[in-house]
């Protein structure tokens, strides 16, 4: 690969026009995002981080470099890194039982025996994930979570299966707590902040209110205008899942130490080279899901490839905000793209896109979309009907004209519940997917069947859903109706 890259690349201002007419044309409040470049060879780094539009669009501060963003669930990230560093320090090993360090921990239908810490990592619990209990601010509140979890059923048994856990993400963080003795904010900022030399990641919304931070945006009811979200966080218990908000900079010098195989720039050690390597090795193969971001999972990481090229990433999503993390191994190069609102998931893929082709001279795939022009397809019988987890109820159903649809309950909660919505189903480009588009300001959601541990499901995106329908397989039709479903601090 290249060494030194064009210094003219990294101008801030090149990028600031670029970023504006994205905003404009996807309605996006305000972007901040940036690139950093690690020389393999003289290990020096280039940077720079570029802003358009405003933090909220009520007081109409502008963004800027120093902007603070929150990243949602990409600080499972962080939470899996210091699972990784308490390995390195010999406190716990990935296949050690969860019960061994949480004893009180009690689930609804497992034994918490069968529980690895490998299995919270790679969102192959079982756990119904999207359980996002408030239980306070006060420094138990993971704590107080965990004992929350006596009623959390399991989707599948451990192992067995894939989906998206929040709420395993929260036991890690809770192990986190029991072995170092403080709470998981205090841990992050000792483990992570602390060593990496960053003062601008926070958890807690009086530690950001002092700085200019971007806030959510959402759709308002019956419009086609967003305005600021009426939450501004998500509750402070789903912390280890989702409650980081820090500057792009910091960020990026978080993916700096990944390059650098787990040291900063001056040698302080992040992780072990060894399980640095790990994080990023396949755990848990999702080729065969068609509804999947990825391709395979690692520890925290989501793995694929642009072009040969390997990629680990994650996104993030929290309310009425996005992000995406991206960390190119082979190139030296990382990406960060926060939006605050419009139809970011259009957006940040014109984004990234342009910095792959420019610092990598390689294309990103595209955002997902439909066939222009549906062709006739058919969606087997045995898959209409009835799915749930505990947050999220769809159902799949042929209309008289022989059309499918997708009705599906959906809340952010804590007073931003919207109702149920019906969605056209269509196949993708790819012939793989199947999706939804509840409205123009809304992103396409994957939508795709399989059988896991001898249970139907449907995956919504990287959510397993069981199928929960008693009437007949094909029936397409539920005297149950449609309950709304939580998403906050979502992938």
């Keep these: 690969m290249t060494a030194r890259l064009d210094p003219q690349i990294f101008d801030p201002t090149r990028w600031e026009g670029i970023l504006a007419d994205v905003a404009r044309r996807h309605q996006v409040p305000g972007i901040v ?3 950093l470049h690690v020389d393999p060879t003289s290990d020096t780094e280039q940077r720079f981080v570029a802003a358009t539009g405003v933090s909220n669009l009520r007081t109409g501060v502008e963004t800027d470099r120093s902007t603070l963003c929150q990243i949602g669930s990409i600080t499972k990230l962080l939470t899996s890194t210091m699972i990784m560093q308490l390995v390195d320090e010999g406190k716990l090993e990935l296949d050690t039982p969860v019960s061994e360090i949480l004893p009180d921990l009690r689930l609804a239908d497992l034994d918490p025996a069968e529980l690895t810490v490998a299995h919270l990592l790679t969102h192959t619990s079982g756990i119904d994930g999207d359980l996002f209990t408030d239980t306070g601010r006060g420094n138990d509140c993971v704590e107080k979570y965990i004992a929350t979890l006596s009623e959390a059923k399991s989707l599948f048994s451990p192992g067995d299966g894939f989906s998206y856990c929040n709420s395993g993400f929260v036991i890690a963080g809770r192990i986190i707590e029991v072995i170092d003795e403080v709470t998981w904010d205090q841990a992050l900022d000792i483990r992570i902040c602390q060593r990496l030399g960053i003062e601008h990641m926070f958890t807690l919304a ?149 910095f792959a082709r420019t610092f990598a001279g390689i294309d990103a795939p595209p955002a997902n979309r439909p066939r222009l022009i549906p062709p006739t397809f058919t969606i087997a019988e045995n898959h209409l009907g009835d799915y749930a987890d505990a947050s999220t109820t769809l159902t799949v159903m042929k209309t008289e004209d022989g059309t499918y649809q997708a009705r599906i309950g959906s809340s952010l909660g804590e007073g931003n519940d919207s109702p149920p919505q019906t969605m056209n189903l269509y196949p993708s480009e790819s012939d793989t997917f199947v999706f939804g588009r509840p409205d123009g300001l809304s ?49």
């Design 206 to 354: 009086e530690d950001i209110i002092s700085h200019r931070h971007q806030h959510g945006h959402v759709v308002v009811p019956g419009t086609r205008t967003w305005a600021p979200a009426p939450v501004s966080q998500i509750t402070r218990s789903m912390g280890p899942a989702g409650l980081v908000t820090c500057s792009a900079d910091d960020l990026l010098s978080f993916g700096a130490a990944i390059l650098r195989s787990g040291q900063t720039s001056t040698g302080v050690p992040i992780l072990s080279e060894a399980s640095a390597s790990l994080m990023a090795e396949p755990q848990h193969s999702l080729i065969d899901q068609a509804a999947s971001t990825a391709p395979q999972w690692g520890l925290g990481w989501m793995l694929d490839e642009w072009e040969g090229q390997k990629l680990q990433w994650h996104g993030g999503t929290t309310i009425g905000n996005n992000a995406w993390f991206q960390v190119l191994p082979e190139a030296g190069l990382v990406f960060v793209v926060f939006c605050n609102g419009g139809v970011a998931p259009h957006a940040a893929p014109e984004v990234y896109g342009a």
């Design 443 to 491: 992103a396409w959601s994957p939508l795709a069947f399989a059988n896991v541990g001898g249970r139907e499901v449907a995956y919504v995106g990287i959510r397993c859903l069981p199928r929960v329908d008693s009437a007949a397989p094909g029936n397409g039709t539920s005297e149950k109706p449609a309950e709304e479903h939580s998403t906050e601090a979502g992938a």
């Design 33 to 35: 995002a940036g690139v």
